[in-house]
């Protein structure tokens, strides 16, 4: 499985982002997409996830502000970013799961200036 993140950049508080990750390779195992920040300093935490049913979850601090998705036909899954504040930025990961295994693509930059 190989993930291929796009999308980042630099935003104003309040301002939006649509961060992309296309998945390449056994697609058809992946059980699980997500994605994951890791600030300056600080542990990769989990954002979103999506099922490969479309369930969904999200940590607290993003809930009404991010919306993760998914496209099958273009084996992408998105993370739409609204009311960024100065607290999402990070680098954010996309994590495919197959079985017990998580495959990373390489991050995309997500800078929110106050």
């Known amino acids: 499985v190989q993930l291929q993140a796009s999308g980042g950049g630099l935003v104003k508080a309040g301002g939006s982002l649509t961060l992309s990750c296309a998945a390449s390779g056994s697609i058809s195992s992946i059980m699980s997409m997500g994605w994951h920040r890791q600030a300056p300093g600080k542990q990769r935490d989990l954002v979103a996830s999506?099922?490969?049913?479309?369930?969904?979850t999200y940590v607290d601090s993003v809930k009404g502000r991010f919306t993760i998705s998914r496209d099958n036909t273009k084996n992408t899954v998105y993370l739409q970013m609204n009311n960024l504040k100065p607290e999402d930025t990070a680098r954010y990961y996309c994590?495919?799961?197959?079985?017990?295994?998580?495959?990373w693509g390489q991050g995309a930059q997500v800078t929110v200036s106050s």
């Open positions: 994590r495919g799961r197959v079985g017990l295994t998580d495959y």
């Open positions: 999506i099922t490969r049913g479309g369930s969904t």
